[in-house]
């Protein structure tokens, strides 16, 4: 009887030390939450205005929840969970490019969820890779309805809404500690080379080139698309049913315009050429140099006027010619060996 009453002991003491650590932890991410608070809090008012932020401009609008211009301290927390938001569907902007994903609910899981095995694999996503490796957190390759509405574990921050590209201050092609808005292990977790910084190969988990969009969003393989596999607004649906059968072919889906004057046209020929040769040659740089697929974000897509004179007369031709041929041009380079 006494050895029972020992077993006993043992095993109380065994799961209040196991409950001692457990709420340990979450007063450690409050701590970790105040100091990171405090630090950019330089005027002590209990708001984080854009001046006091460390970070971008585009960065300071995805943690600004409510849209105020400021962040409160609930908005800067670690492990902090936005109200989960469907929102408008996002225009389509072009066929080689990432989307990224911010219908981060349940809805948003079932739409995703084609075979109804209660997980979202990565052919069921077509979207940005960065955003599906960083919800992954058992890196398992898919999903689960957890990981997809936040995760398990509220300390757990993988900051998913934030791109690379707003991240990344400094434009160095590297998200440091200082530039990362999530926990720290989630950070470790996606430094795989361990070295503190981390790449866009790292945030997509891969340095191959994204799928095919085409064969991505065609998730009945007809090689058409209807309206209820399109994950953007119905206006660039129609826009791109050139035919009005409700299918979008890949031949519609990669145009790029139509009905322009000869002098627009020749405006976007001579953009499509140069940004063409200019994104062989940066795609052909980034495979070479391991950084990963960097296409979005990218200054020479922001400006889109290189090699632009002005007797061409047509800079928005021009510039939508350059980004349609850079797009084109840097896929074509990434993926020579």
Known sequence: MRRNVRICTVALSCGLAAASLQAQA??????????????????????????????????????????????????????????ARGGDPTPFEGWDREYDYTNWTEAGFERLDLNRD?????????????????????????LSRAEFLGGEDPAEDDDRDDSFWNLDHNHDNRVDRVEWHGSRARFDALDTNNNGVLTPA??????????????????????????????????S????????DGRITREEL?????????????????????????????????RTRGWGWTLDGREELERADAGYENRI??????????RDGFRQGYREGYERR
């Open 26 to 83: 979450p007063k450690e991410v409050n701590r970790e939450a105040n100091m990171r608070f405090a630090q950019m809090d330089a005027n002590r008012d209990d708001v984080i205005s854009r001046a006091e932020w460390k970070g971008s401009a585009q960065s300071f609008r995805v943690h600004d929840w409510d849209n105020d211009g400021v962040l409160s301290r609930e908005e800067v927390r670690v492990g902090a969970r936005r109200v």
């Open 118 to 142: 209660s997980r979202i694999s990565r052919e069921e996503f077509p979207f940005a890779r960065a955003g599906f490796n960083r919800a992954d957190h058992n890196r398992d390759g898919a």
């Open 202 to 235: 790292e945030f997509a988990g891969s340095d191959d080139a994204p799928p095919d969009l085409f064969n991505s969003v065609d998730t009945n393989r007809d090689n058409a698309i209807v309206w209820t596999e399109w994950h953007w607004d119905k206006a």
């Open 237 to 244: 649906f129609d826009a791109r049913d050139v035919n009005r």
């Open 254 to 286: 990669n145009r790029t315009g139509g009905g322009a004057t000869a002098a627009q046209n020749t405006a976007h020929k001579a953009g499509y050429n140069r940004g063409l040769t200019d994104g062989r040659t940066a795609g052909q740089q980034d």
């Open 313 to 322: 007369n047509g800079l928005v031709e021009y510039q939508t010619g350059y």
